[in-house]
């Protein structure tokens, strides 16, 4: 329940689990999320108009919108001047992107974590380490260089899918957001399970 790191404070509640009924865990940055739908204080049914937004945290970042068929919907790369400018955009991205329920956020700079956190959506905080095990093969991660271009190119393999064949130049920020949101609906149950979740047959 502590803080991260030398423990001075209790920063987190604690979580009651109805035993008897199956409760996937997933570890996110301190924080245990139970991804059970039949709970109703944590998520709601993957039948509600709900959506997830997927951030790569920053200033120079990118976005992604899924819905709860895990398709990817939209996407945007922003390029931004200060945390001011970032709380102005999440406000009118979370305003006007539509029913979103869940922001799923990989990074950690506390400033910039705080524009996202507007009451109403539930915040997944993702380790980079999480989704690239889910998505990416040992090799693809075996270094920085390596995993940045699977990213690239399994993020693209996505956008193909879920945009009708559309070909878009997409950049390492962006690339990583659309590989976040599609190991976060993936652990949410959202949509269709497959294995692996991105078909890497044309590369």
């Not at 919907?73 to 029913?99: P, Y």
């Not at 997944?124 to 920085?144: C, F, I, K, M, Y």
Request: aromatic letters at 6%; charged letters at 20%.
């Amino acid at each position: 329940n502590a803080n991260a790191g030398l423990a001075v404070s209790v920063e987190y509640g604690a979580a009651v689990v109805e035993l008897g009924k199956t409760v996937r865990v997933s570890h996110m940055e301190g924080q245990y999320v139970f991804m059970n739908h039949a709970h109703p204080h944590v998520f709601r049914s993957r039948h509600d108009p709900t959506m997830l937004l997927a951030v790569d945290l920053g200033l120079r970042t990118g976005i992604s919108l899924f819905d709860n068929n895990g398709c990817l919907v939209r996407f945007e790369h922003l390029h931004l001047e200060s945390r001011e400018e970032l709380k102005d955009t999440a406000t009118k991205i979370l305003n006007d992107w539509g029913s979103i329920s869940h922001i799923a956020i990989e990074g950690g700079d506390p400033p910039l974590l705080e524009a996202w956190q507007h009451h109403g959506p539930v915040i997944l905080r993702v380790q980079p380490e999480e989704w690239r095990n889910d998505l990416l093969t040992e090799a693809e991660r075996r270094t920085g260089e390596s995993s940045k271009a699977a990213s690239q190119t399994l993020a693209q393999r996505v956008l193909l899918e879920h945009g009708n064949g559309m070909q878009y130049e997409l950049s390492a920020d962006l690339a990583e957001s659309i590989l976040l949101g599609v190991h976060v609906t993936r652990r949410l149950g959202w949509g269709t399970v497959r294995d692996p979740a991105i078909v890497r047959s044309s590369y």
